[in-house]
């Protein structure tokens, strides 16, 4: 499919996809007459503003950027891969494929996803971040009622993973409270506040067209409460997850938030869930409209298929009909993961890839899979840095 797109042209690979093969021997394949990698320079701080940075660099790249890009592709007809995450249309004077609208993009904003997906209820509630005593009074009462949730809305960036969330103890006071509000109000004008959706992290990761949800699930996410500041940190995922009776259920709440997303921003492609699995339900907290990092796990699996980000990349650019032979292939492959029980992990820093590489040679892993997974849950803890399947309400352990 996309071969008549990308056939006799320069393709550049810049962005998050600079340096990926996969995506590589896709255009190869599909027929480009030549393919470069042009590597943007990294900036410092948070995921949250190098992405933020790198958006920058593609709307407006230097001048040295441009010429270099001049010199190899002559006609200026090349075009430009860089991610599933970019809403840049043009880089260098050459259309980037596959980039999102604007409205998709800004779906990632928590105080977005919060209307999309109907989280508003008596005691979940956007806030403005105008007169701190009666946001800290409104917490105060929420805790009272047991541990609650607070998230920040980041001025100007997308809120990516966990950040600028918090779990507030039954215990937290209210001075801690306070200088709390202080520190997110450095970033954020908003907050959602809320109570813990007890229960077991989970993700669902899939593509979503007008007429159609495929989903590979579910992954348990790796979540860690730090007692220290109270900051939530999602540094991966693991499976298998067996949810029991429970599995039909949750794919049904996958599928709608799906659906209701789609129908909101007429987005396709690829997407990614966090939410909890109670004992009753599967809440869905977030959608992410887009290729996640979790899909480098499903890659894995996949060997002998394309590269996911491709196939994000051709469901945006033609919405294929269910019928279509790409998305049986994906149900069908969704079917086959589903059978697949072997117990993997992948952790998104490349500072635990020795924790990961160690987990994954363990013997364990195949001899004892329950225990595999009770020691992968908890690979990154320590007396502050504690796993999520361990809260206390009150904050002890």
Same mark, same amino acid.
């Given at each position: 499919?996309?071969?008549?797109?990308?056939?006799?042209?320069?393709?550049?690979?810049?962005?998050?996809?600079?340096?990926?093969?996969?995506?590589?021997?896709?255009?190869?394949?599909?027929?480009?007459?030549?393919?470069?990698?042009?590597?943007?320079?990294?900036?410092?701080?948070?995921?949250?503003?190098?992405?933020?940075?790198?958006?920058?660099?593609?709307?407006?790249?230097?001048?040295?950027?441009?010429?270099?890009?001049?010199?190899?592709?002559?006609?200026?007809?090349?075009?430009?891969?860089?991610?599933?995450?970019?809403? /840049?249309?043009?880089?260098?004077?050459?259309?980037?494929?596959?980039?999102?609208?604007?409205?998709?993009?800004?779906?990632?904003?928590?105080?977005?996803?919060?209307?999309?997906?109907?989280?508003?209820?008596?005691?979940?509630?956007?806030?403005?971040?105008?007169?701190?005593?009666?946001?800290?009074?409104?917490?105060?009462?929420?805790?009272?009622?047991?541990?609650?949730?607070?998230?920040?809305?980041?001025?100007?960036?997308?809120?990516?993973?966990?950040?600028?969330?918090?779990?507030?103890?039954?215990?937290?006071?209210?001075?801690?409270?306070?200088?709390?509000?202080?520190?997110?109000?450095?970033?954020?004008?908003?907050?959602?506040?809320?109570?813990?959706?007890?229960?077991?992290?989970?993700?669902?990761?899939?593509?979503?067209?007008?007429?159609?949800?495929?989903?590979?699930?579910?992954?348990?996410?790796?979540?860690?409460?730090?007692?220290?500041?109270?900051?939530?940190?999602?540094?991966?995922?693991?499976?298998?997850?067996?949810?029991?009776?429970?599995?039909?259920?949750?794919?049904?709440?996958?599928?709608?938030?799906?659906?209701?997303?789609?129908?909101?921003?007429?987005?396709?492609?690829?997407?990614?869930?966090?939410?909890?699995?109670?004992?009753?339900?599967?809440?869905?907290?977030?959608?992410?409209?887009?290729?996640?990092?979790?899909?480098?796990?499903?890659?894995?699996?996949?060997?002998?298929?394309?590269?996911?980000?491709? /196939?994000?990349?051709?469901?945006?650019?033609?919405?294929?009909?269910?019928?279509?032979?790409?998305?049986?292939?994906?149900?069908?492959?969704?079917?086959?993961?589903?059978?697949?029980?072997?117990?993997?992990?992948?952790?998104?820093?490349?500072?635990?890839?020795?924790?990961?590489?160690?987990?994954?040679?363990?013997?364990?892993?195949?001899?004892?899979?329950?225990?595999?997974?009770?020691?992968?849950?908890?690979?990154?803890?320590?007396?502050?840095? /504690?796993?999520?399947?361990?809260?206390?309400?009150?904050?002890?352990?």
């Amino acid at each position: 499919m996309a071969r008549p797109l990308v056939s006799g042209h320069v393709v550049f690979l810049t962005g998050n996809a600079a340096t990926s093969r996969g995506m590589k021997d896709f255009f190869a394949d599909a027929g480009a007459a030549a393919i470069h990698r042009v590597e943007l320079p990294e900036a410092a701080g948070t995921l949250a503003s190098r992405l933020a940075a790198a958006e920058q660099l593609l709307a407006d790249p230097s001048e040295a950027l441009v010429r270099k890009v001049d010199e190899l592709d002559h006609d200026g007809r090349g075009l430009v891969y860089a991610g599933s995450y970019t809403a /840049v249309r043009s880089f260098c004077g050459r259309r980037v494929l596959g980039s999102r609208l604007e409205s998709h993009f800004a779906a990632e904003r928590k105080d977005v996803q919060y209307r999309l997906l109907g989280l508003a209820t008596s005691d979940r509630r956007l806030l403005r971040l105008e007169d701190h005593t009666e946001i800290r009074e409104a917490i105060i009462a929420q805790v009272t009622r047991g541990p609650t949730v607070v998230q920040g809305v980041p001025r100007g960036l997308l809120a990516i993973g966990a950040s600028h969330t918090y779990l507030l103890p039954e215990d937290a006071s209210a001075i801690r409270i306070g200088q709390l509000l202080s520190s997110i109000a450095e970033d954020c004008a908003d907050l959602i506040v809320g109570p813990l959706h007890a229960g077991l992290p989970c993700t669902y990761y899939g593509f979503l067209t007008s007429d159609h949800v495929v989903d590979f699930g579910p992954f348990e996410a790796l979540v860690y409460w730090d007692r220290r500041s109270w900051r939530l940190h999602a540094p991966g995922v693991i499976r298998p997850v067996r949810l029991g009776g429970q599995e039909a259920a949750c794919r049904s709440a996958v599928r709608a938030a799906a659906r209701q997303v789609q129908q909101r921003i007429d987005y396709a492609g690829a997407f990614g869930t966090d939410g909890a699995v109670s004992t009753t339900a599967y809440s869905v907290h977030k959608i992410n409209p887009r290729v996640c990092a979790g899909f480098a796990l499903l890659d894995s699996i996949c060997q002998d298929f394309i590269p996911l980000a491709a /196939v994000d990349l051709v469901v945006r650019g033609k919405r294929p009909p269910k019928s279509h032979p790409l998305m049986v292939r994906l149900e069908q492959l969704a079917t086959a993961l589903r059978r697949i029980q072997t117990p993997l992990i992948r952790l998104w820093d490349g500072k635990h890839s020795g924790i990961q590489e160690t987990l994954t040679a363990s013997a364990v892993r195949a001899s004892d899979p329950a225990a595999w997974l009770s020691i992968a849950r908890s690979c990154l803890a320590d007396k502050n840095f /504690v796993s999520i399947t361990q809260f206390n309400p009150v904050g002890g352990y």
